[in-house]
């Protein structure tokens, strides 16, 4: 495959690059929130998505039946690599996750619903899969949901689900089967989050972000706001969660990082001698440099993979999401060497090397190597799919 851009990609990087530039934002944009930069949690980040919608971006790959350009998925790509560059809102799962879900297997009534309020930004989602015994193996989940009428009654738990305190919907998993094995029997919900039988528990991160425990009791959600179909949820998440390993863990904050580094090593010193010249520091961020280009290679591969409807890119989600996030994690580790003790100073510190952007990634990078699935589950599907072996080989 060719790995370079053509003029047309080309043009379509220079617009994005001048959109940036007459709408920069510092309240919409700020890169040392690492990866959680990317939603739209606070009303300047709503007003910077709603800006992206007007450009016609938020539906680059839709069927234009629903208001999309029926366009090429590399293009949602390259625009995602560009905002996360600048640490801008992301089109993130409204657009992918529950967008593009919608649009295979929903109802018209939700199509007509949801689909232009996602094109238009003037809804957020929170994604309820994780639950205190079903983490990263969302076919382990137990939230009950059972036949009331013309609907259902949902009572159980959902731990970690990072927008429930700003979204307007919660995208929900439940086992509407309990007799099933569990590959079956679940089924996915639309919930308004300000239902009162939701309950919200903030639960901070390593990173200083939130996430959230959210407990229902008693939610009656009418049958209207079921997705697809009865007990095949697992299949539409799992389908969901391959775009979300990819979309969630972009690769130009990475190569930044491995910038900053380098930007450090030339002018740091240490009892007196450059850190540039030391040969054990230039290996180490020339192995690196070598594994970003790695990355980037995965991450088109990947788009490549996806614009092909006839398969499923299971394999090389998550090939990109261990390789990407284990190697953000290593970038982190190698700046905490390198910038030595006084790397573990707080964000902004103005005497901390690097202004603290050391501890800063340290942190947030732990979280990346876990949320959409973690490394070990990652390790799992290629295990299994591609290479023949056992589970927990």
């Not at 439940?174 to 919930?191: M, N, Q, S, W, Y």
């Amino acid at each position: 495959m060719d790995f370079e851009f053509s003029s047309e990609e080309r043009r379509f990087l220079a617009e994005v690059d001048q959109f940036l530039q007459d709408n920069y934002d510092p309240k919409a944009m700020d890169v040392t929130r690492e990866n959680m930069a990317q939603i739209c949690d606070t009303p300047e980040r709503r007003a910077f998505a709603r800006k992206l919608a007007k450009k016609g971006w938020l539906g680059i790959t839709w069927p234009k039946a629903y208001g999309g350009q029926e366009g090429r998925g590399f293009y949602e790509y390259l625009l995602n690599e560009k905002l996360s560059s600048v640490g801008a809102p992301q089109i993130g799962k409204g657009v992918g996750i529950i967008g593009k879900t919608l649009i295979k297997v929903g109802s018209e009534k939700l199509k007509q619903e949801f689909l232009p309020k996602i094109l238009n930004a003037e809804i957020e989602f929170a994604v309820g899969y994780s639950e205190p015994s079903a983490g990263s193996d969302s076919a382990a989940m137990r939230l009950k949901a059972e036949r009331r009428g013309d609907g259902w009654v949902l009572n159980g738990q959902k731990v970690f689900s990072t927008s429930a305190h700003f979204a307007d919907w919660y995208w929900v998993g439940a086992r509407t089967d309990p007799e099933a094995p569990k590959h079956h029997g679940i089924t996915l919900f639309l919930v308004r989050m300000d239902d009162p039988g939701l309950t919200l528990h903030a639960m901070p991160t390593m990173g200083g972000e939130r996430t959230n425990a959210v407990f229902f009791d008693d939610v009656f959600v009418h049958d209207d706001y079921r997705v697809g179909q009865l007990n095949k949820g697992f299949q539409y998440i799992a389908e969901a969660l391959d775009i979300e390993r990819f979309t969630m863990f972009t690769f130009s904050p990475i190569r930044a990082r491995v910038e900053l580094l380098c930007d450090y090593v030339k002018q740091a010193t240490q009892d007196g001698k450059p850190l540039k010249e030391d040969p054990v520091i230039r290996q180490r961020v020339a192995q690196l440099a070598t594994e970003c280009e790695v990355a980037r290679l995965l991450g088109v591969r990947f788009v490549d993979s996806a614009l092909d409807a006839s398969k499923t890119p299971t394999v090389p989600a998550s090939e990109y999401k261990l390789y990407a996030t284990e190697l953000s994690r290593r970038v982190a580790d190698a700046t905490m060497d390198i910038a030595s003790p006084g790397s573990q100073l707080a964000l902004g510190t103005e005497d901390a090397p690097l202004k603290g952007r050391a501890e800063s990634c340290y942190t947030y990078t732990v979280i990346d190597t876990i949320g959409g699935g973690s490394s070990e589950v990652q390790k799992n599907i290629i295990c299994k799919r591609k290479l023949g072996l056992p589970p927990n080989f």
